[in-house]
């Protein structure tokens, strides 16, 4: 079992950072999807409480997979189509962007709320940002589409991997799902 990236294959540590990242960000994505469309009440705050947690955790996280992979080669894409190859390795940098920007903007926005977020009860994030209602209400509509933007980048990631599973039939997928 490789525990590094190989020419062809990633190994046991990316491949355990994408699949903790895939189950967490839809975890929050799914938070954040009740959070603005469910019923205010107990159940509400604790998920809120969770979703403003995990996501500080989140930019740790994506910071030491960013790093792992910058020091790591990765995986040639060289056997497929030039647009399929911009495609996949534009996917994956949208993620990284996505991934940073989007916890930012959650701790800007609280900052601008004038609610800091709590690092699971250890400690209340600085703000970065004085209070400012309309200022909080357009980092909302940001975080929020970039919300949007991870569900689409998200959708076409998965629908290139299972093309390449069940039409192109060419392994692609399985370089992902375990290691050699």
Known sequence: MEIKNTATRYGLIAILFHWIMAIWVISLVVMGLYMVYGSHNAIHTMISGWHKEWGLLILAFITARLIWRLKNITPSLDF???IERLAARGAQWMFYILLFTMPISGWLMKSAEG???SFFGLFV???LLKPNEHLSEQLFTVHQWLSY???ATFVLHVTGALKHQFINKDG???RMWYPN
């Open 80 to 82: 497929l189509p030039s």
């Open 115 to 117: 609610r800091l977020p």
């Open 125 to 127: 994030m600085p703000p």
């Open 149 to 151: 933007t991870l569900i």
């Open 172 to 174: 692609i997928l399985k």
